[in-house]
């Protein structure tokens, strides 16, 4: 059984920084691309960023360029998103997500797995 735990969301001023975490279960993780995602209310899911399996390469949204960071550790079983000068407009639920393939995707359909969740909330 596949699980994705995401942690460390939570809240923080505008200007702060947060880690996020999501810990995968139950599959072979560095065979995964790993992606985050986020969805605020009335809005739709959108991408953020991915890293692929092989050579640990790192795509990003054009909002988050400079920002945010992605990085995995293989033997954790674990993928990060360092968020950094968060803005009210980063409020949102961040989700990861695992895809099979050599290179991540940015739309959600593309994803095999995903996480429950984790809430983000930026205040100004």
């Known amino acids: 059984q596949v699980q994705l735990v995401e942690s460390g969301g939570g809240l923080v001023q505008a200007g702060g920084s947060l880690r996020l975490s999501c810990a995968a279960s139950?599959?072979?993780?560095?065979?995964?691309?790993m992606g985050w995602f986020r969805q605020a209310p009335g809005k739709e899911r959108e991408f953020v960023a991915a890293?692929?399996?092989?050579?640990?390469?790192?795509y990003y949204a054009d909002s988050v360029k400079g920002l945010f960071a992605i990085s995995r550790d293989n033997e954790l079983n674990t993928v990060y998103l360092q968020m950094n000068n968060l803005k009210p407009e980063d409020t949102a639920v961040y989700y990861c997500a695992a895809r099979r393939a050599l290179v991540p995707g940015t739309a959600w359909n593309e994803y095999d797995y995903w996480g429950q969740g984790t809430q983000v909330t930026v205040s100004s």
């Open positions: 139950g599959l072979p993780f560095s065979l995964y691309s």
């Open positions: 890293i692929s399996w092989i050579r640990g390469r790192t």
